[in-house]
């Protein structure tokens, strides 16, 4: 690690996790969360979130296979059209400068997604880029990382 920039200011570590708490209050479900943010890490190379997105998602009940092909969804057929259309605005605003953000990508999510749950999907896309540069910038340890969610997982898959 660099730098530990959760102590060398706090404020930043509060203003991120601010976003996250606008999301978690959306109605958009934990597991596409868990996609869009596993898809963004992915293209940024971010190991760090890929192991925490990977290990909240199965928390929260994701298919290892869903997990293991997610760099190819185009390709695989166990995506819903939900899903798919999340995942392109995602690596549309990942890749911004190389998408612009295209209008075909646009319509689909807005087909998907009401104003409300398109904003809070942006916003998610955001949060997670910017997660991703303070873990790869700062070279955040990998590993260690324990899903709070496993607990309410594992609670309520008896019921």
Not at 45 to 67: I, V
Not at 85 to 106: F, I, K, M, N, S
Request: overall charge negative; aromatic content about 8%.
């Amino acid at each position: 690690m660099r730098i530990d920039y959760r102590k060398a200011c706090p404020e930043a570590l509060r203003a991120m996790s601010g976003l996250e708490e606008v999301v978690e209050g959306s109605t958009l479900e934990p597991k596409l969360l868990e996609l869009v943010k596993m898809r963004a890490s992915q293209l940024n190379g971010c190991a760090y979130c890929l192991d925490m997105h990977s290990k909240d998602a199965r928390a929260y009940g994701e298919s290892e296979q869903r997990l293991h092909v997610l760099a190819a969804w185009r390709e695989a057929p166990f995506y819903s059209e939900q899903e798919r259309a999340a995942l392109a605005w995602c690596e549309a605003l990942t890749l911004l400068p190389q998408t612009g953000a295209p209008d075909d990508v646009y319509a689909q999510v807005k087909e998907q997604f009401d104003e409300e749950e398109l904003v809070a999907l942006t916003l998610a896309i955001v949060a997670i880029n910017g997660w991703n540069r303070f873990a790869v910038g700062f070279r955040s340890a990998v590993g260690r990382y324990v899903s709070p969610h496993t607990v309410v997982a594992e609670a309520t898959q008896g019921t």
